[in-house]
């Protein structure tokens, strides 16, 4: 009796925080699908939702947060899922803070790729931009170090990705096998770790982080299971080293890249990402601002397509040139575009978004991503036939 009184206590006691959103999505396909046997349901409707509970207990000793999601799909039986983005604690020891449970760590400063940004695995079914990540298992310490601060990171638990089902639209050339294979015997309870040293020189922000363990990226290699060709994936151990930076340059020019350098999936191989940013700012009455991007992004992996030894590459020598218009007025109105363009031939990926806040409790947001010429890429591919216009109302309260 004892202790149910005392948790119950830490429980009345704690202060806490929650908030929540849910949404319906519209996903149109203009072009039928490049495969008979894919879903050519134009539009595709969805409904997911978001939980999220802050709090402190133990005498506000302890921090926790909790964030639940999941989507329901009309079309895509795998987008149909849902996943514990984070379930943590953190405190303070001595000089040291401290995250145990799930979390979300990201890395990186560029904004057309994220090549360092290895700890989270990427939810491919919920966004096809590969801008949404899974809640990874952890435990984490940060300190601060000399100029900076010293994070390390213990991994106890590896997530594979989730494509598209083999009937739904985007998703890769080939139907996909349920088959998984994995370098390591350990298979998914790898213990993988990681660490990253950040610290400011002058007006920049820099990093440098090492990963070694299961990699985030699968191989994928085409074999005929019951006389079908399908896709499985490999995860392969790998070290990776990786560095970004960023800071202004000169008035409202900012320096933003980022690097890293592989081993473990065939040669030794790196890649690079970075460019200039600009800001015109009050560029209107109503005081809007301008934002102008543009990247370049190079990597080097060996023939990173299917059969490879080496993942996939989505990029490996392209020029980006990105916008962002914030009207900055009260209904948060903000258009972004994105512009990839393959420089060794006439191929380009375009991306066009935009939000708008039509009351204090209701967004509206829209995407497009479209192609021209585009490549035979594993990647890239789906984009040929299942260039998209998605919309989304969004409740938050």
Known sequence: MKRTLTFAGLLVAATSHASSWLDLELRYFPDGPASPEQSDARPAGSIGGQLQWQGAIADDS????????????????????????????????????????VSKVFWGAAES?????????????????????????????????????????????????????????????????????YESGAGQSHLDLAARYQWTQGSHDIGISLFHGTGREPTLRVEPIMGVAQIIQRYEQITQLGFDLQGAISGDWVLKAEGMVRKGQGPTFGAFAGGIEYTFWAISEA????????????????????????????????????????FNNFSLTELRAGLYMELSELAGLGVLEFRHRLRDDLLLEG???????????????????????????????
């Open 113 to 181: 790729v994220h090549l360092v940004n290895i700890v989270n695995q990427v939810d491919v079914v919920e966004d096809p931009g590969l801008e949404v990540h899974l809640g990874q298992p952890m435990l984490s310490g940060q300190r601060a170090l000399g100029p900076g601060f010293l994070e390390l990171y213990a991994l106890p638990w590896f997530r594979p990705r989730e494509y598209p089902a083999n009937d739904a639209r985007l998703r890769p050339p080939f139907p996909l096998s349920d088959q998984i294979e």
């Open 287 to 326: 005081g809007a601002d301008l934002t102008l991007n543009v990247e370049y992004i190079y990597d080097g992996r060996l023939d990173g397509t299917l059969d490879a030894p080496a993942p996939p590459a989505l990029f490996d020598n392209n020029l980006f040139v990105g916008a962002r218009y914030a």
């Open 62 to 101: 302890i921090d926790t947060e909790l964030i639940v999601f999941a989507r329901i799909d009309s079309a895509d039986s795998n987008r149909t899922h849902a996943d514990l983005r984070e379930a943590s604690l953190r405190w303070k020891s001595d000089q040291w803070r401290w995250l145990a449970g």
């Open 367 to 397: 995407r497009t991503a479209f192609g021209n010429n585009i490549p035979d890429e594993p990647l890239l591919a789906p984009l040929r036939e299942d260039g998209f216009v998605e919309l989304r109302l969004k409740w938050v309260w």
